[in-house]
């Protein structure tokens, strides 16, 4: 980790992250952002440590003092035709070519990525609760695409998806079973049991 800080010290970094990997349905969703060197900000963790009221007040902020920043998503098409993993990295990918800056160093939380054009990138697993570039991501990624889910939410109040925002919960899962599955499920996933 004491090379990866000297790295980030002398490139200019974005951080990257996904978040809806996991999820039945809905898009895939990533962010890229690459921090002020005087960004401060004790609250921001790992989007998933925080509750939805702390990560909408820090998403204002983040946009506010950040250099840079992009969100990208994919929808289920996309996800059941490539797969999770290839979506997720591809979705990132669209993030960091949103970004006005052009970054030297791509930070990323997890253990795969694949090369992006002429910048090298380092993996850190558990990158959302160790490096701030990749915490702020996260928390972008997870605020935009909950905001999705919410809004599917009103066209489909029966799976639950403004409490669980698309995940495997049991109310999801009885839902599938009894409706079956929407426009918005991904067809690749293991929907019902």
């Known amino acids: 980790m004491d090379l990866l800080k000297n790295l980030t010290n002398l490139y200019i970094e974005a951080g990257c992250d996904e978040v809806g990997r996991g999820c039945l349905c809905g898009p895939v969703v990533a962010a890229a952002v690459i921090l002020d060197g005087d960004f401060k900000q004790n609250l921001v963790n790992d989007s998933k440590k925080l509750n939805s009221k702390t990560r909408l007040e820090l998403d204002s902020y983040i946009k506010d003092h950040v250099k840079d920043y992009a969100i990208a998503e994919l929808p289920p098409e996309f996800i059941d035709e490539h797969n999770i993993l290839n979506a997720s990295i591809h979705a990132m990918h669209l993030a960091l070519d ?54 599917l939410h009103e066209e489909f109040p029966q799976y639950g998806w403004k409490r669980n925002m698309g995940y495997a919960t049991k109310q999801h899962r009885e839902a599938l079973n009894k409706y079956g599955p929407t ?11």
């Open 98 to 151: 949103q970004l006005v800056i052009r970054p030297e160093l791509i930070l990323v939380d997890g253990n795969r990525f694949y090369p992006y054009p002429s910048i090298p990138h380092q993996c850190v697993v558990k990158g959302d609760s160790k490096l701030l570039s990749i915490a702020c991501a996260s928390i972008l990624a997870k605020n935009y695409r909950d905001q999705i889910m919410i809004d």
């Open 183 to 193: 426009i918005h499920h991904r067809k690749s996933f293991r929907l019902a049991y």
